[in-house]
């Protein structure tokens, strides 16, 4: 029988008070279970019309004051976080019957954290940056090819490949994080911290 908690839940979900810090005891067991990305997630975001679109992107950074991912600021999620910075995002790991959901609100980071993280990049990643005008039409992959070349071209120095103004990252600071475990006739384990005004966080089970 598994231990449980001082609510009554699985003892994975712990007695913590900060939802990051539960967060980073899941995130570590997802990166020993899962085979690809533990760090991938789905972000939601929602265009001026309210109409919402979801993709995949990748965590490289979180603290207590966010979860942050890199993209092109031109891209379709940026254009949409430009104009609604409400985003969610949800983390699914299958080898631990485990959720995340996080909600909150979007900015951007620092241009320093963004070249930082930038430099830490293969050079193919780097003039990727460049060579792809991210959710743009193409008329065939051997333009993306061509575009690839060029900038290889233009940057031989792997060394010294700049980022282009175009290429940040995003920083989700959340207001709600729900925590979730599969259970048995789907009779699943809820837990929800909410952001109150003096920035601590309250607790509450939800029902599956």
């Keep these: 029988m598994n231990q449980k908690n001082s609510m009554g839940l699985n003892n994975c979900f712990k007695d913590l008070e900060n939802p990051i810090d539960l967060f980073g005891d899941w995130f570590k067991e997802a990166k020993k279970t899962e085979i690809n990305d533990p760090n991938a997630f ?121 980022r282009p103004s175009y290429w940040s990252g995003w920083n989700l600071n959340p207001y709600e994080i729900e925590f979730w475990l599969n259970g048995e006739n789907r009779i699943h384990e809820r837990l929800k911290y909410t952001k109150k005004e003096n920035n601590k966080w309250e607790k509450s089970l939800l029902s599956p």
């Design 42 to 162: 789905a972000l939601a975001t929602a265009d001026k019309n309210g109409i919402p679109s979801v993709r995949m992107v990748l965590l490289k950074n979180y603290n207590y004051d966010g979860f942050v991912f890199y993209t092109n600021l031109e891209s379709k999620k940026s254009n949409e976080l430009k104009i609604n910075d409400n985003a969610s995002t949800c983390f699914h790991w299958k080898s631990l019957l485990r959720q995340i959901r996080i909600t909150g609100k979007i900015s951007k980071v620092s241009e320093q954290e963004a070249d930082q993280y930038y430099n830490s990049r293969s050079y193919g990643s780097r003039i990727g940056a460049w060579a792809s005008r991210q959710s743009n039409v193409i008329n065939n992959r051997n333009e993306l090819y061509k575009s690839i070349e060029d900038y290889k071209k233009k940057y031989p120095n792997e060394n010294n490949v700049p």
